[in-house]
């Protein structure tokens, strides 16, 4: 067996089948968030190339995943992402994960390259909680407000802000955040994250079963998204997703997604660091059976943090 695209798509061995990937095109990042797992990286590596990114993305849409996020590290940083979005297949959703620090000169070009929509990385706010958070420089907090302009004018939309939330931090701050999201009608989403607690940061940890308490409490309608199980509240007619991934067997029991880390591997679990399957010199030929032995080594439920 080798090639793919004859409508074979790939089911792990508990019945998943694989419907997004989300790949990491760049380690470096010009924030340094309190909280930053990294997408399970530790150091810096070198960068898969514009021809290996296509790769890997035509063949993922070959086994019929038809759903792309770029994330980092700070994607941005890279000055050839442009490039190679127009060079990618056809796809149902590309979006990419951001702090928007470089987005507002790059909304447009990205849009025009073929980027679909964006997640935008704001916590909080207050200027100086978010230089709190980041450890950014002066001006950075006002540059990601005006990415996040940028992006719904660019049509990046719906723009999903992602909120962490941190415990007597930022978890004052939920309303604002509906306040300020309200504001762009329906172009922007509230997409609020459990903190994965990678950097022993105990004090911050929030309770999540009484934000998911509390949410109800203040919405007119909830559903249950496929991926992850993830619940989505309507709030006054903002729309507010809440994604859960620790000690929560139905992320795992849901999650269809394949990741890529930044120097080429395919990372079949989130919090699994022991089955990468390395891609980053497979020819194109090569990689179909690549893909396959990465879904034969998934596993049924991340293990929790503390094993890590
Ligand atoms: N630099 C980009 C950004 O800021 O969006 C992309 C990389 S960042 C690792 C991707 C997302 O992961 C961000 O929304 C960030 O808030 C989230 N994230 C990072 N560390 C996390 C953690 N320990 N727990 C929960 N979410 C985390």
């Known amino acids: 067996m080798s090639s793919a695209g004859t409508g074979e798509v790939l089911t792990d061995s508990y019945g998943r089948t694989l419907r997004s990937l989300r790949m990491s095109v760049t380690d470096r990042c010009n924030l340094n968030c309190i909280y930053c797992h990294n997408e399970g990286h530790i150091g810096h590596s070198r960068e898969m190339p514009v021809d290996t990114i296509v790769n890997i993305v035509e063949v993922a849409s070959q086994f019929g995943m038809d759903r792309l996020k770029l994330s980092g590290g700070e994607p941005l940083l890279r000055k050839d992402l442009e490039e190679a979005l127009a060079r990618l297949p056809d796809m149902k959703d590309i979006s990419l994960t951001t702090n928007a620090t470089l987005l507002k000169d790059r909304a447009a070009s990205l849009k025009e390259a073929g980027l679909d929509r964006v997640n935008i990385s704001l916590d909080t706010l207050d200027p100086d909680k978010y230089h709190m ?17 940028e992006a719904v004018d660019a049509g990046l939309t719906p723009v999903k802000l992602n909120m962490v939330l941190l415990k007597d931090l930022n978890d004052n701050e939920i309303e604002d955040m509906l306040d300020f999201t309200r504001n762009y009608g329906g172009d922007v989403i509230l997409q609020l994250i459990e903190l994965m607690d990678f950097r022993d940061i105990p004090r911050y940890r929030i309770n999540a079963n009484e934000v998911e308490r509390s949410l109800l409490a203040v919405s007119s309608d909830v559903s249950v998204r496929q991926l992850h199980k993830r619940k989505k509240y309507i709030i006054n007619g903002v729309e507010v997703e809440f994604v859960r991934p620790v000690d ?40 179909p059976d690549l893909f396959r032995l990465a879904v034969s080594r998934r596993v049924p439920f991340c293990r929790s943090l503390k094993e890590q």
């Open 133 to 149: 958070i980041t450890n950014c420089t002066r001006g950075t907090f006002d540059r990601v407000l005006d990415g996040i302009h």
């Open 248 to 287: 929560n067997t139905e992320f795992c029991a849901n999650c269809n997604r394949l990741r890529v880390t930044a120097d080429g591997k395919l990372r079949p679990c989130l919090l699994v660091n022991d089955n990468l399957v390395d891609v980053s010199k497979a020819s194109r030929e090569e990689l």
